[in-house]
T-cell receptor
Framework: AQSVTQLGSHVSVSEGALVLLRCNYSSSVPPYLFWYVQYPNQGLQLLLKYTSAATLVKGINGFEAEFKKSETSFHLTKPSAHMSDAAEYFC??????????FGKGTKLSVKP | EAQVTQNPRYLITVTGKKLTVTCSQNMNHEYMSWYRQDPGLGLRQIYYSMNVEVTDKGDVPEGYKVSRKEKRNFPLILESPSPNQTSLYFCASRGIWGSNTEAFFGQGTRLTVV
């Protein structure tokens, strides 16, 4: 069965520091991969998605993710964290039935 | 504006009192689904629908019902709510299922069952 694993339920960084949120997937076929962000009291918003056109995917708010097939990873990065980046981030893979399979989420805290 | 609308946003109810959470999308999407979000467990799919009159169970369907009589609407029904159904619920819709199109989410419904 397909699964998505996010390493670290909580990540804390200082403002201006690199953000790295890890995601590994398991899939026997080329995956459809997504990163979503959830701000407090809001729904999920798409950050970026892997379309197989390029391994480095750029998203909104300065985030990007690199698809590495050999490592079955799709880690999310941002060079310089901002206070407004504090949120929960979810990695997801497109399931065979059209559903999205989510990781358990990583809560990002940004310290001033 | 493309959107998924859920109502209500907040609901407190008592055990056993039937309730319905509505979900509507304006994007003509075929695929719709319901998730519940609980701390430490991420999002788990309750039910999904691939088109009108086609619904199927997700990972945690017990205690829930759905219907898909029209393409735009996908209500979630709790016939006899129990406290373990206290959770944050999200409705989502997606275009052509199986492709790499993203899902659009509603703002969520926070349900408390006492």
């Amino acid at each position: 069965a397909q699964s998505v694993t996010q390493l670290g339920s909580h990540v804390s960084v200082s403002e201006g520091a690199l953000v790295l949120l890890r995601c590994n997937y398991s899939s026997s076929v080329p995956p459809y991969l997504f990163w979503y962000v959830q701000y407090p009291n809001q729904g999920l918003q798409l950050l970026l998605k892997y379309t197989s056109a390029a391994t480095l995917v750029k998203g909104i708010n300065g985030f990007e993710a690199e698809f590495k097939k050999s490592e079955t990873s799709f880690h999310l990065t941002k060079p310089s964290a901002h206070m407004s980046d504090a949120a929960e981030y979810f990695c997801a893979s497109g399931g065979s039935q059209g559903n999205l399979i989510f990781g358990k989420g990583t809560k990002l805290s940004v310290k001033p | 504006e493309a959107q998924v609308t859920q109502n209500p946003r907040y609901l407190i109810t008592v055990t056993g009192k039937k309730l319905t959470v509505t979900c509507s999308q304006n994007m003509n999407h075929e695929y719709m689904s319901w998730y519940r979000q609980d701390p430490g467990l991420g999002l788990r799919q309750i039910y999904y629908s691939m088109n009108v009159e086609v619904t199927d169970k997700g990972d945690v369907p017990e205690g829930y019902k759905v219907s898909r009589k029209e393409k735009r609407n996908f209500p979630l029904i709790l016939e006899s709510p129990s406290p373990n159904q206290t959770s944050l619920y999200f409705c989502a819709s997606r275009g052509i299922w199986g492709s790499n199109t993203e899902a659009f989410f509603g703002q969520g419904t926070r349900l408390t069952v006492v």
